[in-house]
Nanobody, 115 residues
Framework: QVQLVESGGGLVQSGGSLRLSCGASGRISNIGAMGWYRQAPGKQRELVATITSGGSTNYADSVKGRFTISRDNAKNTVYLQMNSLKPDDTAVYYC?????????WGQGTQVTVSS
């Protein structure tokens, strides 16, 4: 089994920054792509950013230039640095990881941006 645990969410003012972390544990001998998704109230879950095991990244247009995804393979951890936050970024942020071609999700961490 694989466990993903997110941390770093919270309340921040518009224009502020937060850094999310997600650590993987369990049977994680072959972690592939990792990523962050978010779900706002009344909306579908959407991709925020992904990163492959080799470091290639992909971002949603809405966060390009403001968010940066990175990972530390030695620590089995993925990060999301979020700058210039906007109220529209308010959502529950979920970590995702592919391990042996199976998709796993964290429990989510709330990010709230006040105007």
């Amino acid at each position: 089994q694989v466990q993903l645990v997110e941390s770093g969410g919270g309340l921040v003012q518009s224009g502020g920054s937060l850094r999310l972390s997600c650590g993987a544990s369990g049977r994680i001998s072959n972690i592939g792509a990792m990523g962050w998704y978010r779900q706002a109230p009344g909306k579908q879950r959407e991709l925020v950013a992904t990163i492959t095991s080799g470091g290639s990244t992909n971002y949603a247009d809405s966060v390009k230039g403001r968010f940066t995804i990175s990972r530390d393979n030695a620590k089995n951890t993925v990060y999301l640095q979020m700058n210039s936050l906007k109220p529209d970024d308010t959502a529950v942020y979920y970590c995702n990881a592919y391990v042996w071609f199976n998709s796993y999700w964290g429990q989510g961490t709330q990010v709230t941006v006040s105007s």
